[in-house]
């Protein structure tokens, strides 16, 4: 079948994906470096960002290795083009995916700019980026990425073989099998890590920051995926860093006002329930990290009554007691609080999958229809910055980062319209062609 304009928006709305379906709509035969420059083309003159969550910023940009200057100026920065890139997650090696929508992102960024990318930690290893893996293609055999000499190599062999009996994903495991439904936010890098480190092959451990037992694991994740895209693109200026880290920080200023929407949202029991009579009174407000059946793992956090509860976790609904969780690592902000506070209340652009322009539209209907978050910016917010597709080769196989890292010879197709970036993503959208 082949695919226009009016056919994906038609497949699309089949699939139950409208928001998608109208901006691929109108997108679909639309250059790349086009759609680019109008991502990055910002009419809206939003308010000042809140002193709190520029804070919130320098402490996370710090916490990466940047100097205090170098976060303030990076701060400076954000706060005039108010854009991130918030559809990644935290995790050791991108896939074709995160690929493709830099790929996009970056094509249109004026040379000045910084590339803000907020991944998000708020998920287990085991997510659908496999953030605890070097992932890579079946381009490569294992002893291509990883030296037989390593203590763990006869384990990564036989899982390797076992994948390939029903995939073509390839990708070595740097977590230990009872870390696999652990939170990413707040991990530790464990010894299996720091083991395996030094037998990367040499093009991988040249772009690897040093890996200490019990240090940040999002640290290192975040800065090994930007010292994969620079090499990749090398005339680029990027930032990677931990988004809920800045939204934790950004609530534990917030929440000793009792004047904030968010400290209004949570503790003032009227406004809590307006709030969700019209979000669903199931939406996830955090997630923590609990032990059940001798294994760890992650689980949701809701409101009921003055109760923050999970299916194995709950306390009571108090300033004090949401500040400790805050402060202890805990509890991590979902996806609820954190594009509340970044899109709605303080109007930064977030460029988006194809999962976040969905519901980012449908929070900015509620949110409008409310009329408690200043209206002016709920309205006027860029919502569905889309930032999707998938990279392939001729042989429309896969190209993951660690592939171009390891020597791989491709380079992004020029003049490709966003249509032909997105089409071998539909599959996984439901969408037969």
């Not at 290893?125 to 893996?133: E, H, K, L, Q, V």
């Not at 939170?183 to 772009?207: D, G, H, M, T, W």
């Not at 300033?319 to 979902?334: A, K, M, S």
Request: include cysteine.
């Amino acid at each position: 079948m082949q695919l226009n304009a009016k056919s994906i928006r038609t497949l699309l709305h089949k699939e139950k994906r409208p928001v998608l379906a109208e901006i691929l709509g109108k997108l679909w035969e639309l250059p790349l470096f086009e759609y680019s420059g109008l991502l990055w083309d910002n009419s809206v003159e939003p308010p000042p960002l809140e002193k709190a969550l520029r804070e919130a910023f320098e402490i996370e940009f710090r916490r990466t290795g940047l100097s205090k200057e170098q976060a303030q100026s990076s701060c400076a920065r954000l706060e005039k083009t108010r854009i991130l890139q918030t559809s990644t997650h935290v995790t050791a090696s991108e896939g074709p995916t995160f690929l493709a929508l830099h790929h996009l992102a970056l094509l249109g960024m004026p040379p000045q700019e910084i590339y803000f990318v907020g991944a998000y930690s708020g998920i287990p290893f085991a997510n659908s980026a496999w953030s605890g893996c070097l992932n890579y293609s079946n381009r490569f055999d294992l002893e291509s990425v990883i030296s037989p000499k390593a203590r763990e190599f006869t384990e990564l062999k036989r899982s390797d073989s076992d994948r390939l009996r029903d995939s073509v994903e390839r990708r070595i495991s740097l977590i230990p099998g009872n870390m696999r439904e652990a939170r990413v936010f707040q991990s530790k890098i464990p010894e299996k890590l720091v083991n395996l480190l030094p037998y990367f092959a040499e093009p991988i451990r040249k772009v690897s920051p040093s890996a200490v037992c019990g240090d940040d694991f999002t640290v290192w994740a975040t800065q090994f995926c930007a010292n994969q895209l620079h090499q990749i693109v090398p005339e680029k200026s990027l930032l990677f860093f931990d988004l809920n880290e800045v939204i934790r920080n950004y609530l534990l200023k917030v929440l000793q006002n009792s004047a904030h929407p968010i400290y209004k949202m949570l503790f003032n029991r009227k406004i809590r329930e307006t709030v969700f009579a019209e979000f669903p009174a199931e939406t996830p407000l955090f997630t923590v990290e609990v032990l059940y059946k001798n294994k760890i793992r992650q689980e949701s956090v809701i409101i009921q009554g003055e109760v923050l509860k999970s299916q194995n976790y709950q306390f009571e609904l108090t300033q004090e007691n949401i500040i400790r969780e805050l402060e202890t690592g805990v509890l991590c902000p979902g996806l609820f609080i954190v594009f509340t506070s970044l899109s709605f209340i303080n109007g930064l652009i977030c460029f988006g999958s194809f999962e976040q322009v969905e519901y980012l539209v449908e929070y900015r209907r509620k949110w409008l229809k409310l009329d408690f978050l200043e209206q002016e910016v709920v309205r006027t917010v860029n919502v569905d910055a889309l930032t999707s597709g998938l990279c392939v080769d001729d042989f429309d196989a896969a190209v993951h980062p660690l592939d171009l890292v390891l020597g791989l010879e491709w380079s992004f197709a020029e003049n490709k319209t966003v249509g032909e970036l997105m089409e071998p993503l539909l599959p996984r959208l439901g969408v037969g062609v």
